[in-house]
């Protein structure tokens, strides 16, 4: 099978696509067929070396976070999965869904609705579910709250602004004056253009600020909170680590940090929606597996509107 490798950090010059065999299943696994897998700043990240501290130094190292595929075969004790199924998944940090097979715990996967297709679904897991998960479970977002997102236009800003909507909580959002009607046609009431001098200077009254780019700092976004108000972002590390134990304490507003968690309830959630027609999908650019440096290199650009995914391969429905 195909599968994408690198054995040094760098740009993309590392990458290789190498051929390997298929994983054995072991009595506790699951095998899946990869249809499509998601691309996501973290996998440049990696590649960089700038994750380090999460992927270790040991190589070979690959990538991919998220993917959506079916099941071809499981180990002898699992059970709620069969040949067939059509899952989506998360890798993780460590990476490895830009390969044709995965090898996963069944806790790592979700079936998907049948009205679901494996493309649509693919782009959900990390992006919606870190929206989901930053607002609802870290931001307590609630009915008529002011909200704003920074980095509306991108793929977790376009789950955000409509979890925002569909919780019927007043939507600030801040993308380039070029992607406004796109972050508008989502739901978001009030755009802001972030390449303005000072942008944030005018802006007051926030009960939540979820940074999906982590673009602030928490002592940017304090004086535009309310008391009680709470600053999420993105970028777990030791600055906004230590302003989250200190505001815990000694603060009513509060900095936190997230990193997104597998779950498949809120998974389940977020595909409602979908179905519902509540949330719509970022718009979605495809790659073929053997352009994957091409997608990286785009998402390095910090200028994606909506997902980047990576197909490989079309022929599973
Ligand atoms: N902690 C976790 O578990 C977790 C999970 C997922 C993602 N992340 C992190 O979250 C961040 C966002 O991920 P993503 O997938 O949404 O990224 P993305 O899709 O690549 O984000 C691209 C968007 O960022 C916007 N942007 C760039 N610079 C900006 C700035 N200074 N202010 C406001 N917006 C800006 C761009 O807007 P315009 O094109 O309109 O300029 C573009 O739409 C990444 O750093 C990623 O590593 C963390």
Redesign the pocket.
Known sequence: MKKLVFNSFGGNEVLELTESTIPQVKQNDVLVKVAYAGV???DW?TRNGEMKMVSGKKFPKTLGTEFSGIVTEVGKNVSGFKPGDRVVGSMGMHGGAFSEFVLKSPKDLVILPKELDLKSASVAV??GL?AYQCLVKKGKIAQDKKVLI??A?????TFAVQITNILSADCWG???SE?HDYIKKLGCQHPID?NVEDWLHALEGFDLIFD????LTFQQAKSKLNKGGIYVN???GPGIFFQQIYTSVFSSKKAKT???KFDPQDLQWLFNKMLEKKIILPEISVFPFEQIADALEL?ET????GKLIIEIDSQLI
Do not use: E, F, I
């Open positions: 996501n700043p973290l990240k990390v992006c870190t920074n980095g236009a991108g793929g977790v800003g801040t993308s380039s992607n972030y999906a780019v982590s673009k993105t970028l777990p997230y990193l997104l998402s910090q200028k994606v509107k």
